[in-house]
């Protein structure tokens, strides 16, 4: 069965920084694109950043570009979210995901989220 387990949410000071892993397991991790998601309370949910299965294709959405980093280790089944200058409107519960296959932007499993909260 597949898991994903978010961890390295928080509270930080605007400017800050945190980095958020997600580990996952019960499936064949290095044969999939990963996702970063947010969602913040009243608003949908948007897709943050996203790697393809090799790290060779990645996406962010402009509010993030230069401040926010995606990169997965396949060795230990992991994806991370490095994110920097940290501004309040990053606050949001954070969640990754599996996409159904290379790069379908479909996402068939998730985790239970992490906090991130940033005070100004």
């Known amino acids: 069965q597949v898991q994903l387990v978010e961890s390295g949410g928080g509270l930080v000071q605007a400017g800050g920084s945190l980095r958020l892993s997600c580990a996952a ?3 064949t991790f290095s044969n999939y694109t ?9 608003k949908e949910r948007e ?6 299965y090799n ?19 396949n060795a230990k089944s ?3 979210l490095q994110m920097n200058s940290l501004k309040p ?3 949001a519960i954070y969640y990754c995901a599996k996409d159904r296959g ?3 932007c479909e996402y ?6 992490t906090q991130v909260t940033v005070s100004s």
């Open 25 to 27: 397991s019960g499936h």
């Open 34 to 42: 990963m996702g970063w998601f947010r969602q913040a309370p009243g």
């Open 47 to 52: 897709t943050v950043a996203a790697i393809n």
């Open 55 to 73: 790290g060779g294709s990645i996406y962010y959405t402009d509010s993030v570009k230069g401040r926010f980093t995606i990169s997965r280790d």
């Open 78 to 80: 992991a994806v991370y």
């Open 89 to 91: 409107e990053d606050t």
């Open 102 to 104: 290379t790069w379908s």
């Open 108 to 113: 068939d499993y998730w985790g239970q989220g």
